[in-house]
């Protein structure tokens, strides 16, 4: 990411956009839209200075464009980590407490034989 400052958007060349870089294309699915409609989405917009990270970022625009959707599967990745984070927590925390409580009563059951 080289800049997170907004900037309007505008139609520039792949060369002036990738600056060097690698471009990375990912493909999923088939446009809603044929190339023209995907164009003139995009033109429609030109100009539009409303840039955030989380909720209208270059891959919002995109799938705008293509699909009709404004979603961003980074942003939905990212924001998923927490929940599988949580959940894996959970269920660590929860292995342990039954490990714990098994070992508890085996032993308690082992005494009781014993004393029996």
């Known amino acids: 990411m080289r800049r997170l400052r907004r900037v309007p958007v505008e139609e520039v060349s792949l060369a002036t956009f ?64 927490p929940r599988r984070l949580v959940r894996f927590c959970s269920a660590a925390v929860t292995r342990l407490f039954l490990s714990a409580w098994r070992l508890q009563h085996i032993s308690v059951g082992t005494k009781e034989t014993v004393n029996d």
């Open 18 to 81: 990738a600056r060097g870089a690698r471009i990375w294309v990912r493909t999923h699915g088939e446009p809603r839209f044929d190339t023209t409609e995907v164009m003139r989405r995009a033109r429609s917009r030109l100009g539009e200075n409303r840039y955030r990270i989380l909720s209208n970022n270059c891959e919002h625009f995109c799938e705008w464009c293509l699909r009709d959707e404004q979603r961003s599967y980074q942003v939905e990745s990212l924001l998923a980590l």
